[in-house]
């Protein structure tokens, strides 16, 4: 019986175990006409297809490195993979976001469906 009862529980923690997101970070630091922030932002993209965007903003580094966020922001919503093209789209208001892959560690976002931005976002272990 208890040998049963073991099997059962292996199986099913390794279905779980096996099930791995994948999240992409990216930090820089905002400089507009008036103020001053830095910004953390994360993409986790579930096997189910869904995502999740966390935007956070920070008065510092400083504040940052104490995780004090001044605004946090979420957004979900659905991703896709065609090629070498990453879709994500939201689910409020349908609006769609590209990422090219780069390689299997980096990310860049697409924006008016051809220009590049210049920040890379990193594939993090978790």
């Known amino acids: 019986m208890k040998k049963i009862v073991f099997v059962l529980f292996s ?37 189910d297809h869904h995502y999740v965007f966390i935007e956070q903003k920070y008065i510092s580094k400083k504040m940052a490195r104490k995780n004090i966020p001044f605004i946090t922001l979420k957004e979900k919503g659905n991703w896709s993979i065609n090629k070498d093209t990453l879709k994500i789209v939201n689910e409020e208001n349908k609006m769609e976001s590209r990422f090219i892959i780069v390689d299997d560690k980096r990310i860049v976002f697409v924006f008016n469906n051809e220009d590049k931005s210049g920040y890379y976002w990193k594939k993090i272990d978790y």
Do not use: C, T
């Not at 791995?20 to 993209?45: C, E, Q």
């Open 11 to 47: 199986a099913i923690s390794s279905l779980y175990a096996q099930k791995k997101d994948i999240v992409y970070r990216i930090a820089f630091d905002s400089n507009p006409v008036v103020g001053y922030s830095y910004n953390v932002n994360l993409l986790m993209l579930d096997e």
